[in-house]
């Protein structure tokens, strides 16, 4: 992935996609989409049937919408991660397969088709909005949500703030009477971002994704989370900016893109300030650390890369979040 220049100018944010981790807290990857472990009551969804509608999009590809029929499973008040891999393999959807990851023993969904996708998502629909979240894609059974979706802000996107969480440098110091001493310094840490996301309206999707609470796609009505919600989402954004070399230029005329992706966030929504006269905006404070991936490797908070305008194109990224206001 991109290319081996340097020294260009970044000339603010173009945007952003935004997602939830994977339950164990690893960024979505296609490869690796995790859902529940052990058993998950889907009883509410049998009456009358034993089915419910998923959805899954592969880069900006068509979304696929196929019904996933849990009929064989023995209890339905528990269905088990078998019974769900055997169910969405027979669903009918084209490029991923479903099976139990090795490490976590959970759903797991991974692209099977050929060539190397840069987005994969697992998300619900309209007809059973709830239904990604209750098999726990995008830590929707303790946080709700859409499922493993990107929603995107490149309309809306106003400021991204990437101050450093630093731990000082020390220096300790033992001395003498005669006035001699010994110091040793120990150089500060880096421990990562506190990022501010800032973007110039409400947009319920996103506030959600952050810091929970209660929102169905297509309605109008936000609760926050209850303080017995003693943790937060994790997710992570993928930032994009044009990139400038010397020389006067035109805006559309940027030599490169910045991409640079951050891991592992949490965070919540800033004050908010309703003044006479003026605009609102929407702040997120959140944190951003290092991440432990499958393997339990520490990997670090933030990955930078510059693409050519070809490589960036391709990515299509205000094409990438799903339609799911999709009935059946």
């Keep these: ?34 859902g529940f472990y052990g058993t998950v009551d889907l009883s509410d969804y049998s009456i009358g049937g034993h089915d419910a509608y998923l ?41 991923i397969t479903a099976s139990i990851d090795v490490i976590t023993t959970r759903l797991l969904i991974a692209y099977t088709g050929t060539g190397t996708p840069d987005f994969l998502q697992v998300f619900s629909v309209d007809t059973h909005p709830n239904f990604a979240a209750e098999l726990d894609f995008g830590q929707g059974q303790e946080f709700g949500g859409e499922g493993a979706i990107y929603y995107e802000a490149f309309d809306n996107t106003r400021t991204i703030n990437l101050p450093k ?35 110039k309206d409400d947009d319920y999707e996103i ?27 994790i997710f992570s954004v993928i930032m994009f900016s044009p990139k400038y070399g010397k020389g006067s230029h035109h805006r559309e005329d940027e030599d490169g893109w910045l991409r640079k992706d951050i891991f592992s966030i949490t965070g919540y929504e800033a004050d908010v300030t309703y003044e006479t006269k003026a605009l609102q905006e929407i702040s997120y404070n959140c944190k951003a650390t290092e991440w432990q991936n499958e393997d339990d490797e520490t990997q670090p908070y933030y990955e930078d890369n510059t693409l050519t305008p070809d490589e960036y194109d391709s990515l299509h990224v205000e094409e990438i979040h799903p339609v799911t206001d999709i009935t059946t």
């Design 55 to 95: 959805g899954v999009k592969i880069d900006n590809n068509a979304e696929q919408v196929f019904e996933v029929d849990w009929t064989g499973a023995v209890d339905y008040t528990a269905v088990t991660v078998q019974e769900m891999v055997d169910a969405i393999n027979a669903a009918g959807f084209l490029d």
């Design 1 to 34: 992935m991109g290319i081996n220049i340097n020294k260009k100018t970044a000339f603010g944010p173009e945007g952003f996609l935004i997602s939830r981790n994977n339950p164990d807290g690893t960024p979505l990857s296609p490869d690796r989409i995790l």
């Design 165 to 199: 969480n630093i731990k000082d440098a020390e220096e300790i110091e033992n001395e003498a009477g005669s006035g001699d001493f010994i110091a040793v310094t120990i150089p500060a840490i880096i421990k990562g971002y506190n990022p501010v996301i800032t973007i």
């Design 207 to 233: 506030k959600q994704l952050i810091q929970g609470g209660e929102w169905t796609a297509g309605t109008s009505t936000y609760t926050p989370p209850l303080t017995s919600q003693t943790e937060s989402p």
